[in-house]
């Protein structure tokens, strides 16, 4: 990176931790981060000097070694005025960022290491939304529309644990020491480093557990079991049955990137995910679609009104669009 374009990167991270950052900028840093894993500790590292400084001001003192030093140089070279810099330091724990497509939301949780209080956290994504979370650990999850994730403001304890409720893809950081578990009421997946999705919303009566990469362990009462890249487990809450077997995964994480793709599914839960993602209710006869199942693809930045006419094409359908109300019937 030449001179001139890492002025401007500094520029975009002190903008970005400042909360004033445009959108050039966001994507910017977004982009960055990316580039390395390194980037994102870098990132968090500098947020905990802001906030610390914003804590206690007298705390300056404690923090005048190289990296405080580095970053009063940031602050030079980007010509923020000291006049300024209380204004500029009341952040947020969370730095929440949305980008200009309007359905994707990142945040970024970190602590200062000087004020460490632990506290219970919780993120929700609304119906609509997707949002992409950065634990303090630097685990990364990606939180579906219609889900809440619970966590704890610092991981101190030998378990990282977290609750879920709805559906979420995990990038957990390794540690073979401090184990990763995600609670879905008793169900329980114990990771030690590794990608995996989980599925858990109540009107499905089911529980997904979709490993891409690693290894994780289920956990159910007395029910033990190991999963492997591929493999998918499904628990049914009704009756704790579990059933283990192959999938391809990138059915099941598509949804990240705005897009589901589903094969031999049922309309019923093809209308559910559009309730979710399109924030819409959808009035229809569920026994009349009972044994309906069809094949496609959704895809987020797409007008509902388009998919309907899709899926009319797979099942004769009537619908009729009334805002946010959707009433559907078959012909």
Known sequence: MNDKNAENINQSILHFIQGNANENEQTEVLNWINENPGN????????????????????????????????????????????????????????????????????????????????????????????????????????????????????????????????????????????????????????????????????????????????????SGNFFKDLYPGEQSTFYTETAEVIIGDKDFDIYTAWREGRYEFRNESVDKVFQIMERWWDVDIDYNKEEFKYEYISGVLRKHKPIKQHFEVINELVPIDYHIDNDDITVTLK
């Open 40 to 219: 994102r500790k870098e990132l968090f590292k500098q947020k905990d000097l802001w906030n610390a400084a914003e804590i206690d001001s007298d705390r300056l003192k404690e923090l005048e070694n190289n990296e405080w030093l580095e970053l009063q140089h940031r602050i030079d070279k980007a010509k923020v005025r000291r006049g300024f810099f209380k204004e500029f330091v009341k952040i947020a724990a969370i730095i929440v960022v949305a980008l200009g497509v309007g359905w994707m939301s990142h945040y970024f949780y970190t602590e200062a290491a000087s004020a460490r209080k632990v506290e219970m956290r919780t993120v929700e994504a609304i119906k609509g939304q997707i949002k992409e979370v950065f634990l303090a650990d630097g685990t990364h999850v990606w939180l579906n529309a219609g889900s809440q994730l619970s966590f704890p403001s610092d991981f101190t304890e030998k378990n990282r644990e977290i609750s879920l409720h709805g559906e979420a893809y995990f990038e957990v950081t390794s540690s073979e020491k401090n184990p990763f578990l995600v609670k879905t009421g008793n169900h329980i997946v114990k990771v030690t480093g590794t990608k995996f999705n989980i599925c858990e919303y109540p009107e499905d009566k089911m529980i997904e557990t979709t490993l891409v990469e690693g290894k994780v362990k289920i956990i």
